[in-house]
DNA sequence: ACAGTATTCAATTGTTCAATTGATTACAAT
DNA sequence: ATTGTAATCAATTGAACAATTGAATACTGT
């Protein structure tokens, strides 16, 4: 291998080097999001933020788009997300430490982990499964399992009465690191939910070809029966 | 996801952020090898190649042992290599300078990319077609393709005798971005043979399972018929 | 045109990194 | 024990980087 296409490898490693850069990435594997939402999602100062951005477009790890005032950031294509799962999937092979921390307090008793998609869906459209999707109604928006309600996890006790006692509830965020999901299920047990949390998040649903969708919650606000079922 | 695991991942991006380290993981994915012979590899010094290989070490990404004096290197396991063919992948559709600098000067009229290994194989087997290892005896030691003949690219002049005229010629070498296989394509072309290339490396390999075997030549330097043919 | 806002740019700081050099360790062979 | 060799360590240098600050740009709404 040539010096210069080694050059051109480590400009990808360069622009993951930094854990900051890595959480962007992150969130941007959730959906689009204008800089200052990121910003104060990641806990950056807004001017951090932006230069930081401009570094993974350098190296073409994302892209923008201007709406208006704000500057749009996205994932550059379908080829960041499958290498972001693939960059997760070294990390917890390699890195005792990550596996380890992913399971210390990122893990609750009965975890669906590496569940089949496919049957899963199948008990969502019977309604035997309520599926929540605990992440901001901005990433909800974005891409969500098919049939599951937007519940962001700050609304999620205010609407603790739209939720069924005799369906099981599958809560899930934005992937394996993600601390939503767990807390979720854990006050959902306090209350006498039988729930379970899904460790999957977008970077794994794209890595294992899952069918997703997008667009607003169904039920918005209301105050109506949200389990989904076949017509 | 938290700051600490996103500090986890960007532990992995660090150590692929420096050009030599990159390179050093592609030679390491042809096998395993002492400290010296990845320094004289890469054109780094002694201290310099040990100093980035420990960096490497410590980001859990090459395991090493020890031989006497010298101490081996070797990728931490085969999420390791199917890692690097990701990396390769995601550079290839997003950086348009690696594309371009691979088609620039790495490619040969009628390369073999993306070929169907099972068919090549039985190819091989039929004795339509030789299959050339043009890279140093140790790297095809490691693992090569099964039916291969170990032809060194500094050797491939003087063996020009052993190799059919009739029959088709392949040459492969380190992968997509190395060099000898298509100095030794032009070669045998400007000598008559009816040569190709084959793009695919031992990284490709691994990510499309291909089967491989190790050893050494079965022909080591005899003036024999080299051709296999099934028994 | 004007004010207001989202983002980016530019200059600065302290920190981290890569390569070099020379010394040191660990081991094998004799 | 002594010698030689492979690799690593330690200390140094100059370069690259991350975060902060304040100024500049680009655009919207009025």
Redesign the pocket.
Known sequence: MDHAIAAQFARLG?AL??P?RVLLLDFLAQGER???ALATVSG?????A??????LLAAHLVA?R?Q????HYRLAGSAVLSFLASLQGLAESQLAEVAQAAHAHLAVVGDLDGVDHRELQRRVEAGEVVLLDVRPAEEYAASHLPGALSMPADKLRRRLTDLPRNAEIVAYCRGPYCALAVAAVEELRRRGFQARRLADGPVQWAQRRVRTESGPSPVPTNRRQPSPRKP
Chains 1, 2 share one sequence.
């Open positions: 360069k080097s930094s900051q204008p800089v200052e950056m100062s807004l001017a951090n932006s230069q930081h951005l401009r570094v923008n201007k208006g005032l704000q500057v």
